[in-house]
């Protein structure tokens, strides 16, 4: 069993760069898909990022195309989002997710493959 550990959430600015940061605590960090997902205040939570098991897929939300990157360590079993020139509907609690790799190709993106889940960090954007 693991366990998603997210941190690095805080208030910025537009314009401003933050890193987020998932550390999966619990054996296996090489077999699982990571996912950011995130939701605002009265709206569904979206898929922002993933990167699969193996490193060579990743997935960006349009929103953030550009902006954020999503990349993986595999010493420290972590995840990181960084993202750029954040923008106010950026704004969310950003959880991180891991799901069982399969393939090395894959990289699913429904919110029903990923069954482990953080408790969330909040990223609030203001003047």
Do not use: H
């Amino acid at each position: 069993q693991v366990r998603p550990v997210e941190s690095g959430g805080g208030l910025v600015q537009p314009g401003d760069s933050l890193t987020l940061r998932c550390v999966l605590s619990g054996p296996g960090f090489r077999i699982y898909n990571i996912a950011w997902f995130r939701q605002a205040p009265g709206k569904e939570r979206e898929l922002v990022a993933a990167i699969n098991w193996s490193a060579v897929k990743t997935f960006y939300a349009d929103s953030v195309k550009g902006r954020f990157t999503i990349s993986r360590d595999i010493p420290t079993s972590s995840v990181s989002l960084q993202m750029n020139k954040v923008k106010s509907d950026d704004a969310a609690v950003y959880s991180c997710a891991a799901g069982r790799g399969e393939n090395y190709y894959s990289l699913p993106i429904e919110e029903s493959k990923y069954g482990f889940w953080g408790q969330g960090t909040q990223v609030t954007v203001s003047p």
